[in-house]
């Protein structure tokens, strides 16, 4: 039994998700938060709508100062909705999909909240910090992935994910977003999503140290704005595995099939009015590269923030 740290993958099958849950003690702090919810209970209780649940075990709730029961109803409700996938994935999906869409709506991006998994030695790790200590709990209406940490949905904007990357490695660029004024402009800005490319250090170093300098005096202002506007996309939110566009009855929308293969393209318009895009999309399972304008490939995909996803590379998409 999983009250005693083993777990049978089928001992649940022919019970919902929530019905599973409230038997098993592990989970008991987690069941009790979701017993104050009764729409997110009602969903996981359901045998008509399949689910996937990553749930923390009462030592990861215990653990985790920043989450009791004591918090703001709405903030925990979109906490609990974060933890639910609105399929049913065992672990071998895990493998496949990069990104996964959650039960969270915030108002900040379109579409839902999407989880961000990664494949390592030990297996999926969700969200960057959860490791997957009980997979593949079957239940009649999807599964259940016990989880050692709690999940929280991100609370840094694409911006402030920028701000806090090393600057090492990408100090040219938020130097940048401050001196041609584009970061205030984007955080001025009302936006449905938003789809960064962040061009790391390396990148502008192919203009040359005498461009470089140039492009931050105040005669180069303009020309670095430029530059820097040409790598924001707002209103359409790309990530290697799903497409957003427009919000609520208007949004669109375009999800990746599990395990897909083949290429898509997708035209996106930046933020500098006469430049756009073309993004290529390779798919094979899991095996995905992302290719701009034919010839720059992302190096980094997928860096999920509260209103958007950032991607990584290490050339200027405009020059």
């Not at 989970?27 to 996937?52: G, K």
């Not at 029961?69 to 996938?85: A, D, F, M």
């Not at 999940?151 to 806090?164: F, G």
Request: proline share 5%; charged share 20%; glycine share 6%.
């Amino acid at each position: 039994m999983l009250s005693h740290g083993r777990i049978g993958t089928s001992e649940f099958a022919e019970r919902t998700i929530w019905a599973t849950i409230e038997r098993i003690p592990r989970f008991s702090l987690f069941a009790a938060l979701l017993n104050e919810h009764h729409d997110i209970r009602a969903r996981l209780n359901s045998t008509h709508q399949m689910s996937t649940l990553f749930i923390p075990t009462n030592d990861a709730i215990v653990s985790n100062t920043d989450f009791s029961r004591s918090g703001p109803h709405e903030r925990c409700h979109g906490t609990l909705e974060y933890h639910i996938v609105p399929w049913p994935l065992s672990t071998t999906n895990l493998f496949c999909t990069p990104t996964l869409p959650t039960q969270f709506h915030p108002n900040s991006v379109n579409g839902p909240q999407r989880l961000k998994v990664d494949i390592r030695f030990t297996g999926p790790i969700i969200d960057g910090r959860a490791k997957v200590e009980y997979p593949d709990i079957a239940a009649s209406n999807g599964y259940i992935h016990a989880i050692d940490t709690v999940l929280q949905p991100p609370s840094l904007s694409t911006l402030s994910s920028i701000m806090h990357m090393p600057k090492a490695q990408f100090g040219t660029f938020i130097r940048a977003l401050h001196h041609s004024g584009i970061i205030t402009e984007v955080n001025g800005m009302q936006s449905s999503g938003l789809t960064a490319f962040a061009p790391s250090n390396r990148a502008f170093d192919e203009l040359g140290e005498e461009r470089i300098r140039h492009l931050f005096t105040p005669e180069g202002r303009g020309e670095l704005k430029m530059i820097v506007a040409s790598h924001f996309v707002l209103n359409k939110t790309l990530y290697s595995n799903a497409y957003y566009v427009g919000r609520g009855r208007s949004l669109q929308h375009l999800e990746v099939n599990l395990c897909a293969r083949g290429t898509r393209h997708f035209k996106l318009e930046t933020l500098q009015p006469d430049v756009s895009h073309k993004v290529t999309v390779f798919r094979f399972a899991r095996l995905i590269e992302m290719a701009i304008d034919d010839f720059t490939f992302v190096a980094h995909k997928d860096i999920v923030a509260k209103d958007g996803v950032l991607h990584v590379v290490h050339r200027l998409l405009s020059r």
